[in-house]
């Protein structure tokens, strides 16, 4: 529990930031994540993925013969530092970035990264990440536009739900999957009978529980961070909150269930990414995971340990460390594990860097994700 | 109907928090002058210090017990004769400077050794309901409050029914009129800080089942606590307890009937209008200064 310093690669790392001699044998990939602030769950957890991803790769020969230096750099899940860590890694001329993960962050770096041609390989799930034309920014995981139509059709079909009520966070991820959602249920014919909005670190849901509970939806669907979801699940039970709770991947995440300490169960939904998928592969990545970090991965780990591999498989396959051909090569790209094993699933990239690939319908039962069905891929 | 009993419940759970924050606010004011803008802070570690007992081992109610001890020794003890009084002799201003420091240091502290992702803490009580005129209220909930007003009373009968405790008030009063009456008066000064951690202790307590136990739930706590302060009456325990509850109150019900998006401007709205028409605070008494 008590963390000080503790992986060889950051250390490397560090050492790595201001060293233009090192760069020269090794393959610099900075990382900018939400270590500290709201987004800590989700930066350490895309952390610790990519660095276990980054230790297997370099322990056989690192991408084309070179091993990957990879700072980390704390934006404290504030967009404009994040910004101010990826000019400072831009210096350097790094390779690709991985990270951030919160959307308004990634929104915010895009920007620079486009400017210098280096691809960003990113955790955001906002829809405007990939609808503004940037060539060089890609997502291990779904955007909003892929994966709301499939929670709507589980909301339409699964719960039967002819009115909802939604709970959404105001920042760039809330408002993108609420604007999204509130399209789909539109398109389906459920009433959106409650529309709540709440604050990024929000501490007390007493209120927006007891509007919900007053909007009496047939379901409730939530979409918040990771902490305020367990806080919110804890609320909502407290007051006896009897109507299905439906998420999207991060209301059903193994963090969520273990804050929530018994809150989360009958939680059901959609998910895009889990260690619970019947995949051998992903089982196998959640147990070294759990090994070496002592703790049980989210969704925004296997985003993490993935994106190094589609750094790897790409790079590997245009033979060169140049990113403009990367983007040229990536979009359209499909892997498969046959292919790449690291990527746990086969994935295909598009043209705007969406990620089209299986995902699944989930419920939480007794402290555990369990899986109930797999979705086969948007493009299948 | 049903909705406003339990938002009013709600409301008044997590104001009875705020208050006691509040509380301790005041007393320290009162009896040395310190503005400690580490207070959230104060609040946010004894839910760690709870969490680490258990992680070794202890159950719930014992690692309480050890939060509690480890918050008197080092939010109280170790802060007065670390921190206050070297600092004191040099003013208010600098000894704010040392409190402001102090919080981030111990902020900054609980990231790095423990971490810096939000951590479950136990409840008080199981979740169950009890219906009140067609309200569900949770009993957690009332948990909390119930602990809270019984704190609020146990103190203010220390303060009021005991010998030690007028001479606690005798101090804040006038200090150097009790040490002519004989009043030891470090020691009172002592106590005060004592109580103050105890009053932080049990607010985290209270508090981290809700929040969870996080690195940054101070500054939302201490602010709170601040502004419960200024509301109420600074240089009142009493004010300090009003405000407390009129900022858990008022918070929920604006989020619910007014607006979601505005809820954290209500009290800055209430702060203001309280600083200028009635600057003593609702309950606080103006003090008058020879300069």
Known sequence: ?380 | MASFIQLLVSGLATGAIYALIAVGFTLLWQTSQTINFAQGEFVMLPAFFVLAAMNAGAPFWPAALIGVALSIVILGILFKFIIVDPMFKYGVLPLVISTIALSLFLKEGVKDFYSSQAQSFPALVPASDIHVFGAVVSTQSLAVLAVAIVTVIVLHLLLTKTRTGRQMQATAQNPLLARILGIPVQRMVLYTFLLNAVLVAIASILVSPIYLAKFTNGETLGMAAFIAAIIGGFNQVRGAVLGGVILGVLDNLSAAYISSQYRGAFPLIILIAVILFRPQGLLGRIEERTV
């Open chain 1, 1 to 380: 529990m008590f963390r000080t310093g503790l992986f060889a690669s950051v250390i490397f790392a560090s050492v790595g930031l201001a060293g233009p001699v090192l760069a020269q044998s090794t393959v610099y990939i900075p990382a900018i994540l939400e270590l500290s602030g709201a987004g800590a769950v989700s930066g350490t957890n895309f952390r610790d993925g990519m660095l276990l991803a980054i230790d297997e790769i370099n322990a056989k020969g690192g991408i084309l013969g070179k091993k990957i230096e990879t700072p980390l750099l704390d934006t404290q899940s504030d967009a404009g530092i994040s910004r101010a860590q990826v000019q400072k890694v831009l210096d350097n001329k790094p390779y690709a970035i991985l990270g951030p993960v919160f959307s308004g962050s990634v929104l915010v770096d895009m920007l620079l990264t486009q400017q210098a041609e280096i691809p960003e390989i990113v955790g955001g799930e906002a829809a405007a990440i990939t609808q503004k034309g940037n060539p060089y920014v890609f997502r291990t995981s779904f955007g909003q536009q892929f994966s709301m139509p499939k929670i709507a059709n589980y909301m339409r079909d699964g719960v039967k739900a002819k009115t909802v009520g939604v709970l959404w966070v105001n920042n760039d991820f809330g408002k993108g999957g609420r604007d999204n959602f509130i399209k789909e249920m539109n398109s389906r014919d459920i009433k959106v009978v409650a529309d709540i909005s709440t604050e990024s670190g929000q501490a007390d849901f007493s209120a927006d529980v007891v509007k919900l509970k007053g909007a009496n939806a047939d379901a409730i669907f939530v979409y918040l961070n990771e902490e305020e979801s367990a806080r919110f699940l804890r609320e909502a039970r407290k007051q006896g909150i009897n109507k299905p709770l439906i998420g999207e991947t991060t209301l059903l995440g193994q963090k969520v269930i273990d804050l929530a300490a018994g809150a989360a169960n009958g939680v059901r939904g959609h998910v895009g990414l889990t260690i619970d998928a019947p995949i051998p592969a992903v089982q196998e990545f959640a147990a070294n995971f759990k090994k070496r970090f002592n703790y049980a991965c989210d969704h925004n780990g296997i985003k993490g340990y993935t994106a190094v591999y589609f750094i790897k498989h790409v790079t590997e396959k245009i033979g060169k460390l140049d990113g403009k051909a990367f983007a040229e090569a990536a979009h359209g790209i499909t892997i498969t594990p046959k292919d790449e094993p690291g990527i746990l699933m086969e994935a295909t990239w598009d043209k705007n860097g969406d990620i089209d690939r299986i995902s699944f319908l989930g419920e939480v039962v007794d402290g555990k994700q369990k899986i109930v069905e797999t979705l086969p891929k948007l493009g299948k």
